[in-house]
T-cell receptor, first 119, second 110 residues
Framework: GAVVSQHPSRVICKSGTSVKIECRSL??????MFWYRQFPKQSLMLMAT?????????EQGVEKDKFLINHASLTLSTLTVTSAHPEDSSFYIC???????????????FGEGSRLTVL | QQPVQSPQAVILREGEDAVINCSSS?????VHWYRQKHGEAPVFLMI?????EQKGHDKISASFNEKKQQSSLYLTASQLSYSGTYFC???????????FGKGTRLSVIA
């Protein structure tokens, strides 16, 4: 299947700093990527839909000025957590569909996830 | 709207069977099933499309009842490796994001 890669897999930062997480589609072009957040023992919650060449679409309750999303190319979307605080500590996962033959039925491919810890 | 999964948790002995259910109040295009191990990303199991279908590989299968907007995941002759949290994700169309249920924690013990 199609491959989605995230970096970094783990990051620890001090409160007030910004952290950037990268999501790449390695063998396909993704005009749309989805960012999810997962708190311990909870479900994956959709944060935003990243659209190549245009603004991201944020879910209700997600602060767009805090979680900056940039989808500058067909293979890269970035999520920047600005002025991070301990409550932002979570598991962030990106995902994408292969518009070609990789996911003809709409299968969603996930990155490995990025665990953010804010001290 | 978040699909409803049941049960929330289940404990099995090796070789036993389990059924995990997922239901939605909205019309669905597809239902996706994933398994997640602690600290890891979800792993895709299978996808079922509207029109009602059943799928399976190895000892894991699933069905989708389009009329009832319900899907069930069947785990037969469970193995220790089946332990994890199972999520169903639902989509309204082929290019919309998935909305996930709260998950079902499955523990298989020897």
């Amino acid at each position: 299947g199609a491959v989605v890669s995230q970096h970094p897999s783990r990051v620890i930062c001090k409160s007030g700093t910004s952290v950037k997480i990268e999501c790449r589609s390695l063998d396909f072009q993704a005009t749309t990527m989805f960012w999810y957040r997962q708190f311990p023992k909870q479900s994956l919650m959709l944060m935003a839909t990243s659209n190549e060449g245009s603004k991201a679409t944020y879910e209700q309750g997600v602060e767009k000025d805090k979680f900056l999303i940039n989808h500058a190319s067909l293979t890269l979307s970035t999520l920047t957590v600005t002025s991070a605080h301990p409550e932002d500590s979570s598991f962030y996962i990106c995902s994408a569909r292969d518009p070609g033959e990789g996911s003809p039925t709409g299968e969603l491919f996930f990155g490995e996830g990025s665990r953010l810890t804010v001290l | 709207q978040q699909p409803v999964q049941s049960p929330q948790a289940v404990i099995l002995r090796e070789g036993e069977d389990a059924v995990i259910n997922c239901s939605s109040s909205k019309a669905l295009y597809s239902v996706h099933w994933y398994r997640q191990k602690h600290g890891e990303a979800p792993v895709f199991l299978m996808i079922l499309l509207k029109g009602g279908e059943q799928k399976g590989h190895d000892k894991i299968s699933a069905s989708f009842n389009e009329k009832k907007q319900q899907s069930s995941l069947y785990l037969t002759a469970s193995q220790l490796s089946y332990s994890g949290t199972y999520f169903c994700g639902t989509a309204k169309s082929g290019n919309t994001p998935l909305v996930f249920g709260k998950g079902t924690r499955l523990s298989v013990i020897a």
